[in-house]
């Protein structure tokens, strides 16, 4: 609530809050309380009217303003409150300042449009204002202060200069055109004015048209055809004050139509305020003569389009999409209008739409052609690969008006090449698996074979070595073995002994030969028989065969201390062997492929599983000659694997006696040198023969084991196998390198990899010497005697 001597500011706004809100104590003017009835009279008026209007009082011409005024004012609104007039308008001071002192001497005065240039916002700014000044008078009559009205013309001012302009240079435009003339249709009086250009394409006479004259006269010159739709086009653009833009025909006296381009939309003129219909009309009689020839190219070049197997589109010069053909519809399923403009993006795989968005900004920026490989959309079948390829059309002048392209599917064909791809890797792979396999073995026969004529009357070390050459000879065998099983099915020359077989025996046998492996890896085998009869025909050892390498592949690929299930069932005229592990499971990349040749799970260098992966390729192959089937299942990485053998089932033969439902379950030198290697028979054969060579010898079969002997006793010379479980040769090496303690030593690399980057991954660990298995024992001997 105000003060009486406050009540002027009542009405007065923002500003009248903040003029009574503003500390005035410290001002020359002094508190509100004290301000003279005059000055408080006149704030009161400035306050309350909507014009912008500004009062100064005294001498120094402190300076009050409205709300409206606050614009005026721009940025300085913020302080000029209180201010002198010549200190808020310091700029303006030199154009206004004599006005000023005329109505301080009592000279009311008016100015309109008047230029004057601010720095109201922190730039110099060109304005127009029209205002007023009056004098105040206080209680004597005197003058003691001024009040000015305010409004601000700068946006008038420069629309009438645009206008101005904008008319000068549609006047030289249409001068220059020679085609183009103007209309206008003042709203107000119905009198429609044209220029000589637009005269002549009514065949109108001109002066008659200059002066003005009905706008009935110009329609009713119009095509039949296409006066009704005009005249309702003109009154709609009055009515609703939007854009006029119309073709239409003329005919003429030599028989033949002129085509028209009417454009225009309802002006205010800015100074009168008239409003009128005005606009321009263009001759495009060649345009569309040469519309319509190439329309008949257009409709011969679809005709063409529409038959071809390839998807054809066609783009503006600068990029734009604005045609395909019927078979885009066809084989994405998406309309041809969706897909016009960006709309095709959607139908291009998301990965692959940056790298072609990227291509086709190159083609556009240097006129190359355009080609890129990419998945698109089909109706039926997800994405498939199509190979997308453009060439620019140019002009005599070799402008580019256009580009034109085709979609060629080659899904087909780059799977096929893939698949090439992906065999031949597994091949190669296959092949440098199977020389390391070879060479592993070949090791500690070496070894032993070194031993024997080395101290061929040592009993004890004869039959120890007799025993490593017969274990790894085995170990040969079988490989050579599945080699030449896998060879003999493929090529199908294996001729299976048919007869009824009990799977249940089968499951027991196999179950007898996964034994040692699923025992050694400290396995729980689990295993559910069904009661019924599960005979059928076939090759009981095949079968053996079959079950046993399913059970290994699982033990093999599951981490020590796993969970392995095999059950047996009997679903309608089926035999069903399910072997299920809680195992490192299959990539869903891997999955479709475990069956066949050169196919396994990734591998790392330590190779703890082992084989060459052909188990799973021989299982296919036998259970297709037993008239079965051999599926897969996994759920990823580390979530454990299924398969599936199912085979037809057979009555039980009447001799037959049914076997135990239960099988019998599996329960659960001299230089000091340290030779690391999980091969304990390699291990040992080699640190022996280095014995031999008066070396004081140890052994390790892994990288804990390793670890602590280092520990223990560091030694002269690591000998260490790359492909260890858990850590391989490579890590081990840094981290006995780290141990505390540790002294300079040789680090020699020994492994069944020996290509040029196995070579250099260990190099990059840091080992002196690479040998691959078997060893070169003279070579290690001659090595280990140079130390220095």
């Not at 304990?680 to 892994?702: E, I, M, W």
């Not at 890590?731 to 141990?739: C, P, S």
């Amino acid at each position: 609530m105000q003060s009486d001597a406050q009540a002027f500011l009542d009405n007065g706004g923002a500003m009248g809050t903040r003029i009574a809100a503003h500390d005035w104590a410290g001002h020359p003017l002094g508190p509100i309380e004290g301000w003279p009835p005059a000055l408080r009279t006149a704030l009161g008026i400035a306050l309350g009217t909507s014009f912008p209007t500004f009062v100064t009082w005294t001498d120094n011409l402190y300076m009050f303003f409205n709300d409206a005024y606050r614009p005026v004012l721009g940025a300085k609104a913020d302080w000029a409150l209180g201010r002198p007039l010549r200190e808020v308008w310091s700029e303006a001071w030199p154009a206004v300042g004599a006005i000023v002192e005329q109505a301080l001497a009592g000279e009311s005065c008016f100015f309109e449009n008047f230029p004057v240039t601010l720095e109201r916002n922190g730039y110099p700014e060109q304005t127009w204002f029209t205002f007023s000044y009056s004098p105040v008078r206080d209680e004597r009559g005197a003058v003691s202060g001024l009040v000015c009205l305010v409004v601000e013309d700068t946006a008038k001012v420069l629309a009438l200069a645009r206008h101005k302009q904008a008319e000068e240079r549609l006047a030289l435009s249409l001068e220059a055109s020679g085609n183009i003339g103007t209309w206008s249709y003042d709203a107000d009086t119905g009198a429609t004015f044209v220029d000589e250009r637009f005269a002549r394409l009514f065949q109108v006479d001109a002066a008659l048209a200059s002066a003005g004259t009905d706008l009935e006269r110009f329609t009713s010159m119009i095509h039949g055809d296409d006066r009704a739709r005009v005249v309702a086009a003109i009154a709609a653009a009055i009515r609703d004050e939007s854009l006029y833009d119309i073709e239409y025909r003329i005919p003429q006296l030599c028989g033949k139509d002129a085509w028209v381009n009417a454009r225009g939309k309802v002006f205010t003129d800015p100074a009168t305020g008239r409003r009128r219909f005005a606009g321009v009309a263009v001759d495009i009689s060649a345009r569309k003569e040469a519309e319509q020839a190439r329309a008949e190219s257009e409709r011969k070049f679809r005709s063409i389009a529409n038959v071809i197997p390839q998807l054809v589109w066609s783009a503006t010069a600068d990029g734009v999409n604005d045609y395909l053909n019927h078979r885009w519809q066809e084989y994405t399923g998406v309309p041809d209008t969706a897909a016009r403009g960006a709309g095709w993006h959607a139908a291009v795989h998301p990965d692959d739409l940056p790298a072609l968005l990227d291509a086709w900004q190159r083609s556009l920026a240097d006129g190359s052609a355009f080609q890129v490989e990419h998945r698109l959309r089909h109706h039926a079948d997800g994405f498939r690969w199509v190979l997308n390829r453009a060439l620019p059309v140019r002009d005599e002048a070799g402008a580019i008006t256009r580009w034109m392209g085709t979609l060629t599917d080659v899904h087909d064909h780059k799977r096929a090449a893939e698949d090439l791809k992906a065999a031949a890797r597994r091949k190669d792979e296959f092949l440098a698996m199977l020389a390391h396999e070879l060479r592993n073995p070949l090791a500690p026969i070496s070894n032993a074979a070194q031993l024997l004529s080395l101290a061929p009357n040592d009993a004890a070390r004869v039959r120890q070595s007799s025993d490593v050459i017969t274990r790894q000879v085995r170990h040969m065998t079988n490989l050579v073995d599945d080699l030449l099983d896998v060879s003999r099915v493929t090529r199908g020359l294996v001729e299976l002994d048919r007869q009824e077989v009990d799977m249940k025996t089968v499951v027991a046998s196999a179950v007898e030969q996964a034994r040692p492996l699923v025992e050694a890896r400290r396995h729980a085998l689990e295993l559910h028989v069904a009661p019924a009869p599960a005979w059928v025909v076939g090759d009981r050892t095949r079968l053996v065969q079959i079950v046993a390498n399913i059970l290994n592949n699982a033990a093999k690929y599951t981490p020590p201390g796993g969970r392995i299930v095999l059950a047996v069932d009997t679903p309608g005229d089926e035999v069903r062997i399910d072997v299920t592990d809680n195992g490192i499971g299959i990539g869903a990349n891997l999955l479709p492929h475990v069956f066949e040749l050169f196919t396994q799970a990734e591998r790392t260098p330590d190779r703890s599983q082992g084989g060459l992966g052909l188990g799973l390729a021989l299982v296919h192959s036998l259970v297709q000659l037993h008239g079965g089937r051999v599926e897969a299942r996994s759920e990823g990485r580390d979530r454990g694997s299924q398969f599936t053998v199912t085979l037809p089932r057979t009555a039980a033969p009447a001799r037959a006696v049914v076997a135990s439902a239960d099988p019998p379950a599996v329960t659960s030198a001299a230089r000091a040198i340290l030779v690391v290697d999980d091969n304990v028979d390699a291990a040992n054969s080699l640190a022996q023969v280095l014995q031999s060579y008066g070396h004081d010898t140890r052994t390790a079969a892994g990288p804990g084991a390793a670890l602590a002997a280092a520990a223990e006793r560091w030694p002269d010379v690591f000998i260490l196998d790359i492909g260890l479980p858990g850590m391989d040769g490579c890590e081990l090496a840094g981290h006995l390198r780290a141990l505390p303690g540790a002294r300079p030593a040789l680090f020699l690399a020994l492994t069944g990899y020996g290509q040029p980057h196995d070579r250099q991954r260990s190099r990059s660990a840091g080992f002196q010497h690479h040998f691959v298995k078997p060893v070169d024992l003279p070579a290690l001997a001659g090595l280990l005697a140079g130390l220095a």
